[in-house]
């Protein structure tokens, strides 16, 4: 079945309901992405979500949507509680994977010059790659303190401030984690991984504030011109993607009870109201602190080697936490839905909530000009900070794009940057990048990933976040 | 040589692999996702693993037939050289309501054995996996393959024999 799409106006494109679909799919994307979007696949993997049972209103897709595997990256599906369902595959592999911006009191001038050396010193002393280790290894009875606690536990072993739960989504604790839903497997994955980046597309980036579009937001936020910055995007590591595949499996094996007829195996689910979907989400919770519990370690370490490496008093580095945001996740919020406030779980998968000014769930300080939205940009690209809207509140489930978005797989752009020197290109541009895996520089290549600037103008013409300051990287380390 | 190649997915890898017969067609795709992961020449087959699993039909033998060998790297650090592959009789009575055994891990447990069930697996499969544990110094991983998808799978009978496609997450 090919997928036709209708345009509705400059930014959002409609996939009219047909077939088995529940509601209607909508894409928001400029022509040009739409072309990148993965084709026919992405499109159709909007419209497969849309066949799953008390799906509301739409199924979306975010600018930076591609082709993934039973939900698209970028895909957004909000469920009703009673009729609904959750979808482990609709939350991702990698459970609250997520971004962490941290603002500094130092000036790019500041570390002119030492910023290799600054580089090294965070390859070293932050475990990155494929099998390393954390600085603890935690007994079962910690393991479990981590994940009902989150960052909260983090904190109370003096890694980090208790002012920087204030600053995390949901305080970095998600509230129903039940260690017991986890499995056995899943939590010999976490033991020793705390504290880790992990491979692949995760990464920590030194950046520098470039530009500045909304100077109240800006202020809020505590960024200005020329401010020192560092980025962290990881997630929960091998315990999340264990808890994800566990209950993959046991829903896959239990689809026959449901009477669906999904078109996607991957999107294997349970209804929210059983007691299956409601063990997945005590146990995806318990994911999801481990992964604050983890970029809350990630943070007080990347402060350690600052100071350490450039000689400075935790006072005068004055490192602090600007704001932490998950981007695969399922959560209950409420929503306007047809002049109601209706409670919903949403999925995102690929996707950052994006909640408007005067949210309660949004920290006194911020209040007035909507949450933070960090969107990270392909290696060398450097983020975005935008701020979250009313608009997307009402048409989006409070949701927008989470990063730049592939537009080439990891084998072409192996190919593609076959005789190419990437860290040298980067390094010439004044860009200083180490990475743990030999494959991953010519895999994450800057040309692997959708216009960063594209990107975030469709979401902020769109209004699903409007733009705050842009950063510009410095050195990276990748996993 | 098992035969294998990989294809084009946006965000992950995707894996088509042949084989002469079905056992065949399961020991190319663990072959590949071995050979994916690091220089298997350099891998020593010093000990072995093994498993028995099961699943509702091919394919869904085949996720938890690769999901029981990535464990053993992901979760025990122990890379596969090798990977020897017995699999059941589709319609045989014995086959199917014998009980898998009980691996590691309740999630586990549940994704593997066959026992109280409400839809008894049709397939079960034998496997035994030599290699040895993952040393940084000797091994150098290429791509880490985090996860298996049902995403487009498919398993099918050709003239020459067997085909598979998967896509995993990387």
């Given at each position: ?165 204030e600053t995390?989504e949901d ?43 909304d100077?109240v937001a800006?202020a809020a936020f ?101 704001y ?9 919020e409420e929503f306007p839905?047809?002049?109601?406030t ?11 909530r994006s909640f408007p000014p005067g949210h309660p769930a949004l920290p006194a300080a911020y209040r007035p000009v909507g949450q933070p939205v ?12 935008l701020a979250g809207t009313e608009h997307a509140y009402a048409e989006t489930f409070g949701s927008t ?62 209004g699903l976040s409007r733009?705050v ?11 | ?170």
């Amino acid at each position: 079945m090919s997928i036709t799409l209708q345009k509705l106006d400059e930014h959002r494109w409609l996939i009219p309901q047909s077939g088995g679909m529940r509601v209607p799919g909508i894409l928001y994307a400029s022509e040009r992405l739409l072309k990148e979007a993965g084709g026919q696949e992405g499109a159709r993997q909007v419209a497969n979500v849309a066949h799953l049972p008390g799906i509301v209103r739409h199924s979306l897709a975010m600018p930076d949507m591609h082709w993934g595997y039973g939900f698209p990256i970028g895909g957004v599906a909000a469920f009703d509680l009673d009729q609904g369902i959750v979808s482990p595959g609709g939350v991702g592999y990698d459970i609250n994977c997520g971004c962490r911006l941290m603002a500094t009191r130092l000036t790019a001038e500041d570390v002119r010059g030492r910023l290799a050396d600054l580089v090294a010193a965070l390859f070293r002393d932050v475990p990155s790659g494929v099998g390393s280790r954390g600085p603890v290894k935690l007994s079962a009875k910690e393991e479990r303190k981590v994940l009902v606690e989150g960052s909260a536990w983090a904190v109370a072993q003096g890694y980090g401030a208790a002012g920087d739960l204030e600053t995390t989504e949901d305080g970095g604790r998600m509230a129903g984690a039940d260690p017991d839903a986890v499995s056995d497997r899943a939590l010999e994955r976490g033991r020793d991984q705390l504290g880790t980046l992990g491979s692949g597309n995760h990464f920590l980036e030194i950046e520098v504030v470039e530009e500045i579009f909304d100077p109240v937001a800006a202020a809020a936020f505590g960024l200005a011109p020329g401010q020192l910055c560092v980025m962290i995007h990881s997630g929960s590591r091998g315990l999340g993607y264990q808890v994800c595949d566990d209950y993959l499996a046991r829903m896959v094996k239990h689809a026959g009870e449901l009477g669906l007829k999904l078109p996607d195996r991957q999107l294997a689910c349970a209804p929210l109201a059983s007691g299956r979907g409601r063990e997945y989400l005590a146990a995806m919770a318990c994911a999801a602190n481990y992964a604050w519990a983890n970029r809350q370690m990630l943070m007080h370490r990347t402060r350690e080697t600052f100071e350490k490496a450039l000689g400075l008093s935790p006072r005068e580095l004055g490192m602090r936490l600007v704001y932490d945001v998950c981007h695969n996740i399922a959560k209950m919020e409420e929503f306007p839905v047809e002049g109601r406030t209706v409670r919903l779980c949403v999925h995102r998968k690929g996707a950052t909530r994006s909640f408007p000014p005067g949210h309660p769930a949004l920290p006194a300080a911020y209040r007035p000009v909507g949450q933070p939205v960090l969107i990270p940009g392909d290696m060398g690209a450097g983020s975005y900070v935008l701020a979250g809207t009313e608009h997307a509140y009402a048409e989006t489930f409070g949701s927008t794009c989470h990063g730049a978005g592939r537009v080439m797989s990891r084998t072409q752009a192996t190919k593609a940057s076959r005789g190419r020197a990437i860290g040298r290109e980067l390094a010439d541009r004044g860009i200083v990048v180490m990475a743990a895996g030999k494959g991953t520089l010519r895999e994450e290549m800057p040309e692997a990933y959708k216009d960063l600037d594209e990107v975030v103008d469709v979401a902020d013409r769109a209004g699903l976040s409007r733009k705050v300051a842009r950063l510009r990287a410095l050195g990276c380390i990748k996993g | 040589m098992p035969r294998y190649e990989v294809f084009d997915h946006t965000a992950d890898l995707g894996i088509l692999f042949e084989g002469r017969d079905l056992a065949d067609l399961f020991e190319s795709a663990a072959f590949a996702v071995f050979d994916l992961m690091t220089e298997l020449p350099a891998v020593e087959e010093r000990r072995t693993h093994r498993f028995v699993v099961t699943g509702g039909d091919r394919e869904d033998l085949l996720v938890n037939f690769l999901r029981e060998l990535l464990y053993l790297f992901n979760g025990r650090g122990f890379l596969v050289r090798r990977c020897a592959v017995r699999i059941g009789d589709a319609g045989a009575p014995e086959t199917r309501s014998r009980p898998a055994p009980v691996a590691a891990g309740r999630g586990a447990v549940e994704a593997v054995s066959a026992g109280s069930a409400p839809v008894p697996p049709q397939w079960r499969l034998e496997a035994e996996a030599a290699g040895e544990p993952f040393a940084p110094d000797r091994h150098r991983m290429k791509t880490e393959i985090k996860a298996v998808t049902y995403h487009g799978l498919e398993i099918r009978e050709t003239p020459a024999g067997w085909r598979g496609r998967i896509v995993c997450d990387v």
